[in-house]
């Protein structure tokens, strides 16, 4: 499995998914200019987290201009895999590629924090591993996570199971306390209607490796790589 | 010379958390007059060209384009001439 990570002017997490996905997978992982328009052939394409073009005007308004954005929408219209996180998230809901929007935490302020998140559906090929309701615990870190689209929009992602990751509580439920940005539905993560196209806030590329607090995320990317994740063991040993 | 103002507004169904947050801290200063508060954005351009009406339909796509996302916010512009500028010179 090939993927392309792209670096847009502000991204920050593109060298993250790519440890994640060679050192930790040991897939194959190259970096893209957002300027470059060849997709050198990768099956996947990564938009990562960070603040692409400062997240000036609006997150994502700008990066959906950048000339590789056009060979990432015909990669999508023939199948190819997408992943927005985060940033690439807000990216891929300007760029009309997800439906949509994210806009400024509800709370107004920053969230850093680990999270759990339930499973919604595993017919995507980046959850086709988990189990169906399956509590993931994924770090998330952003101002603008609160998904927000209009009422019909949102009927028809809970109605084609396009909702893929829930914020929920110890128990599972999705309720206003487990929110952590106010997204509609406690949305946090959804496919495009090919389901090929997949945008979250949380950041699976940080978790994937126990020695980092968890590896849940690293099972996004070896279900869409056809890869059984390792249960890796800890590189270093536990204190006493 | 031309003048473009676009005002971009949160449509009145999308959560606007910034606006409350102004509300309440104007009602903290005693405006308890201040019912709601909506922020948005304005924006100033600057434009070459005489034809106000062709340059208003530009702006009107720079703004279903770039300067507004139709799914969380609204729009309005004006064009007019820079106070001043009257003539070419």
Redesign the interface.
């Known amino acids: 499995m090939k993927w392309g990570v792209v670096t847009f002017p502000g991204s920050n997490d593109d060298a993250d998914v790519v440890y994640a996905l060679t050192t930790v997978l040991g897939d194959d992982a190259r970096q893209l200019w957002h300027k470059d328009r060849d997709l050198q052939r990768v099956d996947c394409v990564v938009l990562p987290g960070g603040f692409s073009y400062g997240d000036y ?2 997150c994502g ?2 990066a959906k ?1 950048s000339p590789i954005m056009t060979s990432v929408r015909e990669h999508a219209e023939r199948g190819g895999l997408v992943l927005g996180i985060c940033n690439g998230f807000q990216i891929l ?2 760029a009309g590629l997800l ?3 994210l ?6 302020l920053f969230v850093c924090e680990t999270v759990r998140t339930r499973v919604e559906t595993t017919a995507t090929p980046f959850t086709s591993t988990f189990g169906p309701g399956e509590i993931l615990r994924l770090p998330i870190k952003h101002g603008e996570g ?1 998904y ?3 009422a019909e929009t949102i009927r028809r992602l809970e109605d084609e199971q396009r909702v893929v990751l829930r914020y929920v509580d110890a128990e599972g439920r999705a309720t206003p306390d487990a929110n952590p940005n ?1 997204s509609l539905n406690n949305i946090a993560g959804i496919v495009g209607p090919g389901r090929n196209v997949f945008g979250l806030m949380p950041h699976p590329e940080h978790a994937v490796e126990r020695l980092l607090g968890g590896d849940d995320g690293l099972r996004f990317f070896a279900a869409a790589s056809g890869r059984h994740a390792r249960q890796r063991p800890l590189s270093v040993a536990p204190g006493p | 010379m031309l003048i473009g103002r676009v005002f971009v507004m949160p449509k009145q169904e999308v959560l606007d958390p910034q606006g409350k947050a102004i509300c309440q801290s104007l009602h903290a200063l005693g405006y308890a007059e201040v019912d709601d508060v909506r922020l948005g954005k304005y924006m100033e351009l600057r434009l070459r060209g005489e034809d106000a009406a062709q340059l208003r339909a530009r702006v009107d796509d720079m703004c279903r384009r770039l300067l507004a996302n139709g799914v969380i916010e609204e729009y309005h512009l004006e064009v007019e001439r820079l106070p001043g500028a009257a003539g070419a010179r």
Do not use: K
Not at chain 1, 103 to 108: F, K, T, Y
């Open positions: 005007l609006r308004a700008m201009f809901c300007e439906p949509g929007a806009i400024r935490n509800r709370s107004l609160c927000v689209a209009d106010g």
